[in-house]
Antibody
Framework: QVQLVQSGAEVKKPGSSVKVSCKASGGTFSSYTISWVRQAPGQGLEWMGRIIPILGIANYAQKFQGRVTITADKSTSTAYMELSSLRSEDTAVYYC??????????????WGQGTLVTVSS | QSVLTQPPSVSGAPGQRVTISCTGSSSNIGAGYDVHWYQQLPGTAPKLLIYGNSNRPSGVPDRFSGSKSGTSASLAITGLQAEDEADYYCQSYDSSLSGSSVFGGGTKLTVL
C-alpha cells in the first residue's frame, strides 16, 4: 500500500522560509518522481515543481523559479519542498504527489494528505 | 489564469449525464500530450479519476469516462449520484513552460 505522509501544519512570518517533508512508503521511491502541488484557499491546483529522486534532478514551474527548492533523500524515501521569501499569497495547502518516471505527460496516482502553510504577521 | 480552461461549474440531477470540458492549446493537449482527471472531495487530497485520456484506475466506476480531441478533452459522468458532488480538475503537460505539468482551473459539480 503506497502512502505519502507529509509533515504538519506551519505558521510562518512574511519573508521567512518553510520546508515541508513527504515520506513515501509501500513502493520503490527511486522508481518515481515526486511533484509538489499547492492549493490556495478556495482556489485550484497549481504545480510547483518535481524531483527525480534517483537522479537528484529537480525542475520548477517558472512562477516559482528562484524561490522553491525541491530535494530528496533516497535513504529515508523522503522528499522536501522549501519555499522562501514567503508572502501572504503563499498561504495554501501544499501536496506532494507521485508520478511514474516514464511517459511524456505524467499523472499523479498517489497524493500526500496535504500540509497547510499559513503566512501571517 | 490557468493554462487549461474548464467551466467553473456544472450541475445535474441524480441519474443524469454531465460533461466537463478542458480546453488547452498547441503546446499542451494539442501537441499530443495526455490528459488526466482528478476528483477532489471537500477537505481531501485530489484523487486520480482518469489517466491517459480515457483510462480508469482500479476502483473507479465505469460511470466516469474521458476523451480527447484536438486541443480539448472531456470528462463524462453518467448515472449521476450525490457522492459525485466534488471539484474536478484536468491536468496535462506543457512543452512551452520548462517542462511543466499544468492543471485546469477546476469545475465544481453540483448534484441537484
Amino acid at each position: 500500500q503506497v502512502q505519502l505522509v507529509q509533515s504538519g501544519a506551519e505558521v510562518k512570518k512574511p519573508g521567512s522560509s518553510v520546508k515541508v517533508s513527504c515520506k513515501a512508503s509501500g513502493g520503490t521511491f527511486s522508481s518515481y518522481t515526486i511533484s509538489w502541488v499547492r492549493q490556495a484557499p478556495g482556489q485550484g491546483l497549481e504545480w510547483m515543481g518535481r524531483i527525480i529522486p534517483i537522479l537528484g534532478i529537480a525542475n520548477y514551474a517558472q512562477k516559482f523559479q528562484g524561490r522553491v527548492t525541491i530535494t530528496a533523500d533516497k535513504s529515508t524515501s523522503t522528499a522536501y519542498m522549501e519555499l522562501s521569501s514567503l508572502r501572504s499569497e503563499d498561504t495554501a495547502v501544499y501536496y506532494c504527489a507521485r508520478a511514474d518516471l516514464s511517459g511524456s505527460s505524467p499523472y499523479f496516482d498517489y497524493w500526500g494528505q496535504g500540509t497547510l502553510v499559513t503566512v501571517s504577521s | 489564469q490557468s493554462v487549461l480552461t474548464q467551466p467553473p461549474s456544472v450541475s445535474g440531477a441524480p441519474g443524469q449525464r454531465v460533461t466537463i470540458s478542458c480546453t488547452g492549446s498547441s503546446s499542451n493537449i494539442g501537441a499530443g500530450y495526455d490528459v488526466h482527471w482528478y476528483q477532489q472531495l471537500p477537505g481531501t487530497a485530489p484523487k486520480l479519476l482518469i489517466y491517459g485520456n480515457s483510462n480508469r484506475p482500479s476502483g473507479v466506476p465505469d460511470r466516469f469516462s474521458g476523451s480527447k480531441s484536438g486541443t480539448s478533452a472531456s470528462l463524462a459522468i453518467t448515472g449521476l449520484q450525490a457522492e459525485d458532488e466534488a471539484d474536478y480538475y484536468c491536468q496535462s503537460y506543457d512543452s512551452s513552460l520548462s517542462g511543466s505539468s499544468v492543471f485546469g482551473g477546476g469545475t465544481k459539480l453540483t448534484v441537484l
